[in-house]
């Protein structure tokens, strides 16, 4: 099965971003994270990252006609870009939603996600293990 996995705005700076609230491990040990677990589990997984909502929209036009599953973080677009969630509804695959922070923890204008209400799943606050879990799902996950 392929798996596009995609990170919205400012996920590129993981590492030295609040670090408190995104921990220390940079951008490219969540990329090794993905390429590593997709690797044990037999999945083709390819993994990006943009600043550019146009660009996310690109990325998810690609995967509904490609038919991949998605484990997106939309970041600071989770909670107001009517686009990515419009981009998402086209999906054809399954959709996974990640956070690495917990959201409902943190302030009031994250608490709403535009996304997780079309998406198959949610999962926030484990960190980079919410990228393997996502990916351990949508391997054993039938169709
Ligand atoms: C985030 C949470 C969002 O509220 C925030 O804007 C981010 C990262 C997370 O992974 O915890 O950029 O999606």
Do not use: K
């Amino acid at each position: 099965r392929r798996v596009d996995v995609l990170n919205g705005p400012n996920l590129g700076r993981l590492g030295h971003r609040e670090p408190d609230v995104y921990g220390t491990e940079t951008y490219a040990a969540l990329v090794a994270a993905c390429e590593t677990t997709g690797a044990e589990l037999g999945l083709s997984v390819t993994v990006r990252q943009t600043d550019a909502e146009h660009e996310m929209l690109g990325f998810l036009h690609e995967a509904a006609d490609t038919g991949a599953a998605v484990v997106l973080n939309p970041a600071a677009w989770t909670h107001y870009s009517v686009a990515v969630r419009d981009a998402c509804a086209m999906l054809t695959g399954p959709l996974i939603e990640v956070h690495l922070s917990n959201v409902h923890a943190r302030e009031a204008f994250r608490h709403t996600s535009l996304i997780s209400p079309i998406a198959t799943g949610v999962i926030c606050g484990l960190g980079l293990d919410g990228y393997r879990l996502a990916l351990r799902h949508l391997a054993a996950r039938p169709s």
